[in-house]
């Protein structure tokens, strides 16, 4: 377990730690020279032979608050220390503030130099503290008295937080390893050795790992876990690594890196986040404000971009985008402390939902409802919303990533789940059943009317069907779909053309002539049709050869049979019934009425009522008794 004080400068958290480890975590000359915390200090007390406490001694000056909230990333636990002949300072407000927006719930109070006042007084703090503790994170933190000098309450304090650490719950350490460098130095005839809080997962020695945000790349030689030799580190400890980096590399690593598996590195310069609004600022946060951000043991500058509002007040919980000014590794979870451009007021605190977003359609309200969704929701409900809001499914690995998944924690997550999975190369893509029958349905439809609509051939190349998807759907995905319309006999391939009927003979020399003089009476005007005996007698052939050659058309969708002896291109009859959909849209209820129709068309009435009772049987339209209503989509017609 990791416990990391906090409190007003001169509170004797130093001393505390001292007594409860026998530890001296001021090691800088200047420290002891001022006797006072400038950095981080760090002590470890031995439980038995598996468990050790890690202590990290922040800085309670207002000039080191960054230092301060360095001291927090990854701790377990949080030690607040106030002086008794002092009482609630500044910084103990402050450092408090931070760990309530942090949300760190587990904590004790330790009021230190009771020695210097007496009982009344004591009391009357305890009871001031309760008070002001009943809004914050740390309401149920247990108060004790402490002495220092006189070694008052050391025992009972030294006793309960063992007694946490022994019965705190086993960690989960299968996502990525993830560790926030807070000190980097190089020991004669060892090297580079970094120091921080392990915030996830396993190292072992060997693994090979990356620096963040600076792409390093580094092995892990040795590693001193909780002050000990060890074979591995893990989540809620805090580990000194011996790490193999290029020459040119060793300067370039400082606190604030992230040390971590190479699966998991994702950088990103947009977030998005949902935060809640210190109660101490005076004015509302306004949107685009310029911030520093402060996440794991880094300080990176950004802007707020607030989604749902212009401004925050004081004590609102909201959603925001941040846009970070350098690229970060986060994930889902990550909590941080946001500070006014100056670094002097702790101003909000957040946590990471998307850690890899995008600006596009950032306000959207389906966008708003599935961040909300995911603040407080599971993982796997998460991704089940996303890919039902998804008509084209999401990148898999992305959410992986987003959530710190190792690749076998990941299929095990998967294997449950009601989703399509398509592999392809080194993509993984998940699709909701039902999203991937509509899918389905629209590269079919697109399919038959792009045919229906060709004059120049009865197929239509793949290609074409690729790049008409291309701006909405990845290419491997649609692929995907035309194979299983293939294999369910929907559709026809041969080489790279597309059919919509197994009938590959081509045209014959005569047919083709045929075919020509066809197109060339029926495009002589907008809603022109043909007959059977009109072709016939007008060009003087056979009716039955006539008759044969425009049923083989109707079965290759080239021409459309709207009553015995009459037929349209398809191209009319799309231009037909978006004139029936613009009737409809016009009228008050909706109604499609003949004479309207006849109007815009500009044909007979006899024809007007085959092409109305054309559109019934396809179910696009569907009679009453005072005209026609729109049942479906023009694109039914041609099914």
């Known amino acids: 377990?990791?416990?990391?004080?906090?409190?007003?400068?001169?509170?004797?958290?130093?001393?505390?730690?001292?007594?409860?480890?026998?530890?001296?975590?001021?090691?800088?000359?200047?420290?002891?020279?001022?006797?006072?915390?400038?950095?981080?200090?760090?002590?470890?007390?031995?439980?038995?032979?598996?468990?050790?406490?890690?202590?990290?001694?922040?800085?309670?000056?207002?000039?080191?608050?960054?230092?301060?909230?360095?001291?927090?990333?990854?701790?377990?636990?949080?030690?607040?220390?106030?002086?008794?002949?002092?009482?609630?300072?500044?910084?103990?407000?402050?450092?408090?503030?931070?760990?309530?927006?942090?949300?760190?719930?587990?904590?004790?109070?330790?009021?230190?130099?009771?020695?210097?006042?007496?009982?009344?007084?004591?009391?009357?703090?305890?009871?001031?503290?309760?008070?002001?503790?009943?809004?914050?994170?740390?309401?149920?933190?247990?108060?004790?008295?402490?002495?220092?000098?006189?070694?008052?309450?050391?025992?009972?304090?030294?006793?309960?937080?063992?007694?946490?650490?022994?019965?705190?719950?086993?960690?989960?350490?299968?996502?990525?390893?993830?560790?926030?460098?807070?000190?980097?130095?190089?020991?004669?005839?060892?090297?580079?050795?970094?120091?921080?809080?392990?915030?996830?997962?396993?190292?072992?020695?060997?693994?090979?790992?990356?620096?963040?945000?600076?792409?390093?790349?580094?092995?892990?030689?040795?590693?001193?876990?909780?002050?000990?030799?060890?074979?591995?580190?893990?989540?809620?400890?805090?580990?000194?690594?011996?790490?193999?980096?290029?020459?040119?590399?060793?300067?370039?690593?400082?606190?604030?890196?992230?040390?971590?598996?190479?699966?998991?590195?994702?950088?990103?310069?947009?977030?998005?986040?949902?935060?809640?609004?210190?109660?101490?600022?005076?004015?509302?946060?306004?949107?685009?404000?310029?911030?520093?951000?402060?996440?794991?043991?880094?300080?990176?500058?950004?802007?707020?971009?607030?989604?749902?509002?212009?401004?925050?007040?004081?004590?609102?919980?909201?959603?925001?985008?941040?846009?970070?000014?350098?690229?970060?590794?986060?994930?889902?979870?990550?909590?941080?402390?946001?500070?006014?451009?100056?670094?002097?007021?702790?101003?909000?605190?957040?946590?990471?939902?998307?850690?890899?977003?995008?600006?596009?359609?950032?306000?959207?309200?389906?966008?708003?409802?599935?961040?909300?969704?995911?603040?407080?929701?599971?993982?796997?409900?998460a991704l089940l919303l996303l890919v039902s809001k998804a008509t084209w499914g999401i990148d898999l690995i992305k959410f992986s990533i987003s959530r710190n998944f190792s690749k076998v924690a990941f299929k095990s997550f998967l294997k449950n789940l009601q989703i399509k999975i398509i592999i392809y190369k080194e993509e993984l893509w998940g699709i909701s059943e039902q999203n991937w029958k509509l899918c389905k349905k629209n590269v079919f439809e697109f399919i038959g009317i792009s045919i229906a609509q060709n004059e120049n051939g009865l197929h239509l190349n793949k290609e074409n069907i690729l790049s008409a998807f291309s701006h909405r759907a990845k290419s491997f995905l649609v692929d995907k779909i035309i194979n299983e319309l293939i294999e369910e006999k929907k559709i026809f391939k041969s080489g790279q053309k597309i059919s919509i009927t197994s009938n590959r003979n081509t045209f014959s020399s005569n047919e083709k002539i045929l075919w020509i003089k066809i197109k060339e009476s029926l495009n002589e005007s907008n809603f022109n049709s043909l007959t059977i005996n009109e072709f016939a007698e007008k060009n003087n052939i056979n009716i039955k050869t006539v008759e044969s050659f425009l049923n083989k058309l109707v079965s290759l969708k080239q021409l459309c049979k709207i009553s015995e002896k009459r037929y349209f291109l398809p191209k009319t009859i799309l231009k037909c019934a978006n004139i029936v959909e613009k009737i409809a849209s016009e009228n008050n209820k909706g109604l499609v009425d003949l004479g309207v129709f006849r109007n815009e068309t500009k044909i007979s009435r006899n024809i007007s009522i085959e092409l109305l009772e054309f559109f019934d049987k396809k179910l696009f339209t569907l009679r009453s008794d005072n005209g026609r209503i729109v049942k479906s989509d023009s694109s039914n017609i041609f099914k």
């Open 1 to 381: 377990m990791i416990i990391a004080t906090a409190g007003h400068v001169d509170h004797g958290k130093t001393s505390l730690v001292k007594q409860l480890t026998g530890v001296d975590t001021d090691r800088l000359p200047e420290e002891k020279k001022r006797g006072m915390s400038i950095d981080l200090g760090f002590a470890y007390k031995k439980i038995n032979n598996q468990n050790n406490i890690g202590y990290v001694d922040v800085p309670g000056h207002e000039n080191f608050i960054q230092n301060m909230i360095s001291g927090l990333a990854g701790v377990n636990f949080v030690l607040l220390v106030i002086a008794a002949d002092d009482g609630p300072k500044t910084q103990t407000f402050e450092h408090l503030e931070i760990i309530n927006l942090l949300g760190i719930k587990n904590g004790a109070v330790a009021i230190t130099k009771i020695d210097k006042v007496d009982e009344k007084k004591i009391v009357e703090l305890e009871s001031k503290l309760k008070v002001i503790l009943k809004e914050t994170s740390l309401s149920k933190a247990p108060i004790f008295r402490i002495s220092s000098l006189k070694k008052n309450g050391i025992q009972e304090l030294q006793k309960f937080l063992e007694d946490k650490a022994l019965n705190q719950n086993k960690k989960d350490i299968s996502g990525g390893f993830r560790l926030a460098v807070d000190r980097k130095f190089f020991l004669n005839g060892i090297g580079l050795i970094v120091t921080g809080s392990v915030l996830s997962g396993k190292v072992n020695i060997d693994d090979k790992l990356l620096i963040s945000p600076k792409n390093l790349k580094a092995r892990v030689k040795t590693i001193h876990s909780n002050s000990r030799n060890s074979e591995s580190g893990i989540s809620g400890q805090r580990c000194a690594l011996n790490l193999q980096v290029q020459k040119n590399s060793k300067d370039l690593i400082q606190r604030g890196d992230l040390l971590l598996s190479e699966f998991i590195y994702n950088p990103s310069t947009c977030v998005d986040a949902i935060i809640s609004v210190s109660s101490f600022i005076h004015k509302p946060l306004k949107n685009w404000s310029r911030v520093h951000m402060h996440v794991g043991t880094a300080k990176i500058i950004c802007r707020i971009i607030v989604l749902e509002k212009k401004e925050i007040f004081p004590s609102q919980t909201v959603l925001v985008q941040l846009k970070l000014e350098k690229e970060m590794s986060l994930v889902f979870g990550d909590r941080f402390i946001l500070r006014d451009q100056s670094a002097k007021m702790t101003i909000a605190g957040g946590q990471i939902i998307d850690p890899n977003s995008s600006v596009k359609g950032r306000s959207k309200a389906s966008r708003i409802e599935v961040l909300n969704f995911q603040v407080n929701n599971s993982s796997k409900d």
